[in-house]
């Protein structure tokens, strides 16, 4: 493939940006170990986003339902409920 020549025309970049110094300081690959490891991005019913103000309370109702659901003697319900 032929590379066409270069010329100000063809360059969708606006002058005013510079992108050596707009990446300047840059590191490559900064979260690409945290992109690996993956997300728990849970999107909440609106509802329930109204309910819950912050990700600490729905973390603590969440651990509440558990205990709840691992009491001694509390037998598992079959009706699917």
Known sequence: MK?????EMNDELRPEYNL???LK???RGKYA???RAGTNLVLLDP???KAFPNAQA???ALRLV????????NKKRTDGV
Not at 66 to 73: D, E, F, S
């Open 3 to 7: 590379q066409r020549p270069h010329n």
């Open 66 to 73: 558990l205990r709840l659901t691992t009491i001694p003697g």
């Open 25 to 27: 300081g840059a590191t």
């Open 47 to 49: 509802d329930v986003a």
């Open 20 to 22: 050596k110094e707009l």
């Open 33 to 35: 170990e945290r992109y």
């Open 58 to 60: 729905v973390n603590e």
